[in-house]
């Protein structure tokens, strides 16, 4: 079992900047790869950005250059660092992990951009 807790969520201008991070359970995070995903009203759950346990990344084209995700293996937490946010960024985001035969998620944090 791993869980995972968000936080960091909430109200910004268009513009600005929010930093998210989640905290999983367990001993093994360092093995873990990462995720980050985001659903809007009416949309899809979408693949924002993953981080490997080496620390390689990857993001979707709607958020390279202004997102960036980390991690802190000694505290066991996941990071994404989101700048220039635009209105089209509003959803909730979620951090996943896959591990095991399982798919584990957090509660996910609510983000909203204002135009």
């Known amino acids: 079992q791993v869980q995972l807790v968000e936080s960091g969520g909430g109200l910004v201008q268009a513009g600005g900047s929010l930093r998210l991070s989640c905290a999983a359970s367990?001993?093994?995070?360092?093995?873990?790869?990462m995720n980050w995903y985001r659903q809007a009203p009416g949309k899809q759950r979408e693949l924002v950005a993953t981080?490997?346990?080496?620390?390689?990344?990857n993001y979707a084209d709607s958020v390279k250059g202004r997102f960036t995700i980390s991690r802190d293996n000694a505290k066991s937490t996941v990071y994404l660092q989101m700048n220039s946010l635009k209105p089209e960024d509003t959803a909730v985001y979620y951090c996943?992990?896959?591990?095991?035969?399982?798919?584990?998620w957090g509660q996910g944090t609510q983000v909203t951009v204002s135009s």
């Open positions: 367990g001993s093994l995070f360092s093995l873990y790869v």
């Open positions: 981080i490997t346990r080496g620390g390689s990344t």
């Open positions: 996943n992990v896959f591990w095991g035969r399982d798919d584990y």
